[in-house]
């Protein structure tokens, strides 16, 4: 299936990054978040009790047709001054093998299907800082 029926996402977002970078600026690329096929805030609304994690197999969406498409036009950016952090490696087979999390514990990590809540937008922003910190430690 073809996503990109508007832009041509594969050139249009290596351009964008690529004319970005050019004065030896740096790029950080958050790569995608995990989805859920429900709203996880939702998930307790309907009957899971609070703490319980609400979870996604991870092969499944792994092996989302969408997320292989916008992974593919990620694998192909290489650049040396743009660094891509991996959301899955936060969400997924972290909290719990082979799973991701929209949330655990007490903490909602996604609001809905796709959008992180301000716990996620937590473990997100410390990463980001941590790759930050590796740059201007160079």
């Known amino acids: 299936k073809d996503y990109s029926t508007q832009y041509e996402l594969d050139v249009d977002i290596n351009k964008t990054i690529l004319k970005l970078v050019e004065k030896?600026?740096?790029?950080?690329?958050?790569?995608?978040?995990?989805?859920?096929?429900?709203?996880?805030?939702?998930?307790?609304?309907?009957?899971?009790?609070?703490?319980?994690?609400?979870?996604?197999?991870?092969?499944?969406?792994?092996?989302?047709?969408?997320?292989?498409?916008?992974?593919?036009?990620?694998?192909k950016i290489n650049h040396p001054n743009v660094i891509k952090l991996s959301t899955e490696k936060i969400f997924c087979d972290s909290f719990v093998k082979d799973e991701c999390v929209g949330a655990f514990d007490d903490m909602i990590y996604f609001y809905d299907s796709n959008h992180i809540s301000i716990d996620g937008a937590e473990l997100v922003g410390d990463e980001i800082f941590k790759e930050i910190d590796k740059v201007f430690s160079e």
């Open 24 to 75: 030896n600026n740096y790029v950080l690329l958050v790569e995608q978040m995990p989805t859920f096929p429900f709203s996880v805030i939702d998930q307790y609304y309907a009957g899971v009790e609070w703490g319980e994690p609400i979870l996604r197999n991870y092969d499944e969406w792994k092996n989302n047709e969408r997320r292989l498409y916008i992974q593919r036009i990620y694998n």
